[in-house]
C-alpha cells in the first residue's frame, strides 16, 4: 500500500512539474528575450539565459511613447467590463427569477449564444456603419459599446450560473420584511454573488484587453490605438523585432496579472473569512 501510495505521489508530481513547464516556460521565454541583444536573439540556437542582460528593448518601447495605449487599453477594458457585468447581472437575474411567457429565458439565452459563436467580422460590417453615423467611430466610448459582442454574452452566460445558486428563500424573506426589489438585489443578491461577479469580471476584463479585431476596425488614429495594434506594429513586412515585441508582450501582461493576483487574494480571504 505504501509503494503504491509512493507511485501515485511521485507520478502526481510529475503531471504538476509538466503543466508548470508548460504554462511558466511560455512567460519565463518571453521574459528573457526581451532582455536579450539584437544578435542573440536569432542565434540558431537559443540561449535559455541571456549571455549579456540589457534593458534596451524596454528602453525602445516606451521611447516610442506606449503610454497613451496603455490608457486607451485600460480604459476601454475598465469601461467595457463594467458595462458588461452591469447589464450581464441584470439581465441574469431576470432570467433566473422570472419565469417569461413562450419560454422566452431559454430562447433568449440561445439567442445569445447564438450571436456569441457568429464570426465578428459578420457584425463588424453593420456596425460600423451604425457607429459611423453616431460618432462613435474613433473613441474610447465606441470600442467600450462595440467590445460588448464579445463580453457582454459570455457575462451573461456566466452569471446566470451564480445567480442560479442563490437560494430564493433569503429574497423571500426580505420581500416579507419590506425591502424593495432593489434593495433585495443591490443589499442580498449581489453581495452574495460577489465571488462569481468578481471571477467574471477577469475573465471580461481578459477578452476585452486582448481584442484586436474590432479595435483594428474602428480605431483610425494612432493616438486612440490600444495596446494589441500597438504591438503588431513590431511585426512589419521586412523584419520582426523580436526583443521589442517580447518586451510590450511581457508589459502587456502585468496589468492582467495584477488583476489576476488582487481577486484571487480577495476571494481567498472573503471565502476563509466565510468559514470562520
Request: no cysteine; glycine share 6%; net charge positive.
Amino acid at each position: 500500500m505504501t509503494a503504491t501510495r509512493r507511485s501515485v505521489s511521485v507520478l502526481r508530481g510529475v503531471v504538476i512539474t509538466l503543466v508548470l513547464l508548460v504554462t511558466v516556460f511560455p512567460l519565463y521565454w518571453i521574459a528573457i528575450t526581451s532582455l536579450k541583444g539584437p544578435r542573440e536573439v536569432v542565434l540558431q540556437i537559443p540561449t535559455l539565459f541571456p549571455q549579456v542582460l540589457t534593458l534596451r528593448n524596454y528602453q525602445t518601447v516606451l521611447e516610442a511613447r506606449v503610454g497613451g495605449n496603455f490608457l486607451n487599453s485600460l480604459l476601454v477594458t475598465a469601461g467595457s467590463t463594467v458595462l458588461s457585468i452591469y447589464l450581464g447581472f441584470t439581465a441574469a437575474y431576470a432570467i433566473v427569477r422570472h419565469r417569461f411567457r413562450w419560454n422566452f429565458n431559454g430562447i433568449f439565452l440561445v439567442w445569445i449564444l447564438v450571436v456569441k459563436i457568429l464570426p465578428p467580422i459578420v457584425l463588424a460590417v453593420p456596425l460600423y456603419e451604425l457607429f459611423l453615423g453616431m460618432g462613435l467611430v474613433n473613441s474610447r466610448l465606441g470600442l467600450i459599446f462595440v467590445y460588448q459582442v464579445y463580453t457582454l454574452p459570455y457575462a451573461l452566460w456566466i452569471l446566470v450560473g451564480f445567480l442560479r445558486s442563490v437560494p430564493i428563500e433569503i429574497e423571500e424573506a426580505a420581500r416579507i420584511d419590506g425591502a424593495s426589489p432593489g434593495q433585495i438585489v443591490a443589499l442580498i443578491v449581489a453581495p452574495l454573488s460577489a465571488g462569481g461577479i468578481a471571477a467574471t469580471s477577469v475573465f471580461t476584463a481578459i477578452m476585452a484587453w486582448d481584442e484586436f479585431l474590432f479595435a483594428l476596425l474602428f480605431t483610425r488614429r494612432p493616438r486612440m490605438f490600444t495596446v494589441p495594434l500597438r504591438i503588431v506594429n513590431y511585426i512589419t513586412e521586412y523584419e520582426t523585432e523580436w526583443g521589442s515585441l517580447m518586451a510590450i508582450g511581457l508589459l502587456a501582461s502585468v496589468p492582467l496579472l495584477l488583476l489576476t493576483a488582487f481577486v484571487y487574494e480577495r476571494l481567498t480571504t472573503d471565502f476563509a473569512a466565510s468559514l470562520k
